[in-house]
């Protein structure tokens, strides 16, 4: 009998010589992921500015404190259920356009390798350029939907507007995302086997039967990836948010306070950024995504093994 030769030459070789390839990546790890991540929690006991030499000082769990009773709480609960909606509304609604985006171009239609194409274009895009776009677009005094909006005698600030400016920023939100859900969705369809969709037409289940007991029970592990993949970064975008309206009351996202009081303003709303109540914030962030994200994650997959 052959004897197995090991690709790294000795046997007491082949046992380290693995970790030796694993280094590199472990270090740069550590680095600029580990390290940072315990620099936030340290700093989120702390009163710390950012600011180059401004004294600071250890004040345990004050932040948090601040965060949920402080003069602020009110407007922080807001932004939390702010948070909320922004992420299950684009979840929701982004998922279900993407699956029949992609069921309709799993058709053999004329075109569609370009339709594809023009729905996943927004994804290569960078945040400030569909941003701007946006804002070109909304533009209340010479924008193309204030011209559509003067032909029904009608004037809005649009993005400006503070009833309309959040389901504005959900529907861009939703627009730039659409191109990756329903590649994925694409993807997944591709893999049904025909054989199942005819073998349900020739027992008589009509489109919404194969649908419903064909393909769903097929596409799961696809519509677990999309679903965790909005959620997490739905509770964590602010950039087009910011891009689209700024630090606006009637937009602000939990990401998007995050970002203003660590790097621009305190909750005071003085010139003094406080990147220790930022980094408390950022902890409840963590948990608040980790909480829903795991219970999704369980969810899906028990739903996964029901189907």
């Not at 380290?16 to 929690?41: E, H, K, R, S, Y």
């Not at 959040?166 to 191109?179: A, E, H, K, N, T």
């Not at 289940?205 to 999309?226: L, Y």
């Amino acid at each position: 009998m052959a004897t197995a030769i090991s690709p790294f030459g000795t046997q007491r070789a082949s046992r380290w010589m693995p970790w030796v390839g694993f280094t590199p990546a472990l270090v740069l790890f550590a680095l600029f992921g580990l390290v940072p991540a315990i620099g936030v929690v340290v700093l989120s006991f702390t009163n710390i500015s950012g600011i180059p030499g401004v004294p600071w000082e250890w004040v345990g769990l004050d932040n948090y404190r601040f965060f949920f009773t402080g003069p602020q709480a009110q407007e922080n609960w807001a932004i939390l259920g702010r948070t909320a909606i922004f992420s299950a509304s684009i979840v929701v609604i982004q998922n279900a356009a993407a699956l029949g985006l992609a069921i309709l171009f799993t058709q053999k239609l004329r075109g569609v390798t370009l339709m594809r194409s023009i729905v996943f274009m927004p994804t290569v895009l960078g945040v400030t350029v569909i941003g701007l776009i946006w804002l070109l677009f909304f533009n209340p005094t010479g924008g193309p939907a204030a011209a559509v909006w003067e032909l029904f005698g009608q004037q809005s600030a649009f993005l400006g507007d503070p009833h309309l400016a959040f389901p504005l920023v959900i529907m861009i939100q939703i627009w730039s995302g659409l191109g990756y859900g329903m590649i994925i969705f694409i993807a997944a369809l591709q893999a049904v086997p025909s054989d199942l969709h005819e073998a349900a037409r020739v027992d008589g289940a009509n489109a919404w039967q194969r649908f419903r007991n064909v393909t769903v029970p097929m596409i799961a592990p696809g519509i677990t990836a999309n679903v965790l993949i909005s959620i997490i970064g739905t509770l964590q975008t602010f950039q087009l948010i910011f891009v689209l309206t700024g630090d606006n009351p009637y937009t602000s996202v939990l990401a998007l306070k995050i970002f203003t009081i660590g790097f621009t303003a305190n909750a005071t709303g003085s010139a003094i950024q406080q990147q220790g109540l930022a980094s408390a914030i950022s902890i409840i962030q963590f948990v608040m995504v980790g909480i829903i994200a795991l219970t999704t994650l369980w969810y899906l997959r028990r739903r996964e093994t029901q189907l």
